[in-house]
């Protein structure tokens, strides 16, 4: 950690960068009992993004009820403007005032969303405690971020299963 006493606040960085691909299950794909459970005006928000908002929502609620600093905590939803609508009514829908979030855009990996937090509390004296949200194949990019930029800081990583190919995952990374 910095040289701060301790760290004030939570920010939870929710990654939904994700790509259609064909082998992600599309509306047609799947069957009539969840067909409409993950439309958005674009088709679908695929389920292992689903699984990262579930993750997400759970951590805030588990930060909500135990942690003292739980008012200064924020959301930052990483996605194409094309998503952020759906996955913020699924935040909404999950418990979240819209009071916590935030939108990040401009990042395009996950270096990039570590790179823009950084500057954003750098000076600060006590920084926030920070939680990546994204997928379990996420970890070994998060660890050598981490480890290379963000040492001196509390960073945890959740991870969501994602149950998509091998050969899918290895061509996102």
Not at 119 to 134: E, M
Request: glycine share 4%.
């Amino acid at each position: 950690m910095s040289s701060a006493a301790f760290t004030y606040g939570n920010i939870l960085l929710l990654y939904c960068i994700f790509n259609k691909d064909k082998s992600t299950p599309t509306p047609q794909t799947q069957s009539d009992d969840n067909k409409n459970e993950n439309l958005d005006r674009d088709g679908y928000l695929p389920d292992y993004v689903m699984g990262r908002i579930n993750v997400c929502i759970e951590t805030f609620n588990v930060i909500m009820n135990s942690k003292p600093d739980k008012l200064h905590t924020s959301i930052v939803i990483i996605s194409k403007d094309d998503y952020v609508k759906e996955i913020k009514e699924k935040m909404i829908a999950g418990g979240i005032s819209e009071q916590y979030l935030e939108y990040d855009n401009k990042s395009k990996t996950i270096e990039s969303v570590f790179n823009s937090i950084l500057t954003r509390i750098t000076k600060l004296t006590n920084p926030p405690c920070i939680y990546f949200i994204g997928s379990v194949w996420q970890k070994d990019i998060f660890n050598s971020v981490v480890t290379s930029k963000l040492k001196e800081y509390e960073v945890f990583f959740e991870g969501a299963l994602d149950n998509r190919p091998f050969d899918v995952v290895q061509n996102e990374k």
